[in-house]
Every structure is written in structure tokens, then in C-alpha cells.
């Protein structure tokens, strides 16, 4: 759980740094649902369209 914990926070922040050009926001969703291993957006999103 290590290794992958480790990759899942580098890409937060690498997601967060990229949100200075205000595209963060979707990123930042997809990351924190990574780093907490919780696709919330995705079933959310299906939700919608079924």
C-alpha cells in the first residue's frame, strides 16, 4: 500500500500545481478520489445521463 500511496499523492499535487490555470477543478476531483480510492464523480456523472 506503499507504492501505491506514494504515486496517488504525487499526482495530487501535480494536479493542484496545474490548477493555477483554473482547470484544477476537475483534476483535483479526480485525484482526490484516487488518493481516497472513491470514484465518486464517475457514478455521479452516470447517475445523471441514466
Known sequence: ???RDAPTKKLDVFFFQ???NGEHTSFSIIASCYTK???KPEPRRLRQTA
Do not use: I
Open 1 to 3: 500500500m506503499s507504492p
Open 18 to 20: 496545474s490548477g493555477e
Open 37 to 39: 480510492k472513491r470514484p
